[in-house]
C-alpha cells in the first residue's frame, strides 16, 4: 500500500489581504516548476474558476483534491479519500493545522516512471491541483509567531503528559508531542 498526502498548513481560518487577490496568486504560481505540461482536460478550468476571486477557500481546495483522486480512479488505481484529519494521514511541521489538510491512500503500488510525465500521480495533481494547492498553502502559511506560539503550546502539553524534554527543548520534541502516546493538539488554541 502506497499512502499518498497533500499537505496544507495553516493556524489560522482568515485570509489577510496580502494573502488573497490576483498579484497574491501570480506570485505562488511564478514559484512553482511544472511537473506536468501534457494535455488539460478540465484542470485550467477549474483553476480559473476557483481564482476568479482572487481567495482559495477549503471547498474549493478539496474540489482539487478530489479531482486528483478521480484522476488518479479513472487510471485505475484504488483511492480512498479525499480524507479529512484525524482519517487522514498527519503529516505536520511546526505551525500547521491538520484540520486543513486532506489526503489520500492509493492502495497498490504505483509503477515507477522513468519520465516524470509519465508519472500519474505527477500527471493528475499537475492537471488537477498543483496550483490550487499551492495557493491553498502560501494562503494559510503561518507566521513565525504563529509557530513559535505553536511549538511552545507543544511544548507545554509534552510536559504536562510526561515526556521528558531538553532544556531547552528542541523542534524535534514538539514535533512527536503529537503522536502516542502524548496526542498534542497544539494547532488548537
Known sequence: MLASSACSQASTTTTSEARSGAAFIEEVLSTLVPAYTGP????????????????????????????????????????????????????????DDPRLSLSFQIYGDLPAAENPADDVDIRCQSQWSLAIEAVWDAQNAPSEKEVQAWLERAW??????????????????????????????????
Open 40 to 95: 488539460d482536460v478540465g484542470g485550467k478550468a477549474l483553476q480559473d474558476e476557483v481564482f476568479a476571486d482572487g481567495i482559495v477557500t477549503f471547498a474549493e481546495y478539496e474540489r482539487a483534491m478530489t479531482a486528483r483522486v478521480e484522476c488518479l480512479r479513472a487510471e485505475g488505481y484504488d483511492v480512498e479519500g479525499p480524507l479529512a484529519y484525524p482519517d487522514g494521514g498527519l503529516s505536520l511541521a511546526p505551525g
Open 156 to 189: 507545554l502539553c509534552a510536559a504536562e503528559r510526561g515526556m521528558p524534554l531538553s532544556d531547552p527543548p528542541t523542534v524535534d520534541e514538539a514535533m512527536l508531542s503529537v503522536i502516542r502516546p502524548y496526542n498534542c493538539t497544539p494547532w488548537e488554541e
